[in-house]
């Protein structure tokens, strides 16, 4: 990758960290991001979850940084019941054009309906390759529980075994 401008959310920060449970006051950390060339802003400055989402521990608890500033953007009153959901499948995405509040089921409708894409994201060449949020994303359906392997083969036109494969992390191992 070539050299990214580094920015950060927001200009004069006033994402603050809790004090730090009756130690001493952590400095807050500020969020930092690069835009990729799809105008994601991929957040660099904070560790990310086994689905990819950085995280701060923010408010006394620890949360998606995607949820954080969708939060500040839109402050509707939201609760637990609504995600933050990415238009742009990329869960390192913090641009808050990129985020919208929506339910666990809009989220695996999201997921269906872009599986079912004919011209997925990467290269589309016959052998039907998956790409890596793509990998995440069935990882993601079928821990909901509401979708077999057979389903999951289907939206993303791949075979059954292929699925469980992923899913039991045989194959893709190195995508967390
Ligand atoms: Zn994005």
Redesign the pocket.
Known sequence: MENRILYTYPEDTPVVDDINKGRRHMMPKPIKYIISDND?WVCVSHAHDKQGYPKKYYNGITTSISRIILQLEDPQPKDHKFQAL?S?D?PT?I?PA?LRWGTVQDNINDMIERGRQPNRQGENCGGSKLTEEEVRAIRAMYATGNHSYVKIAEIFNSSESNIGSIVTRVSWAHVD
């Open positions: 994601c990415h742009c990329n995405c641009n990129h």
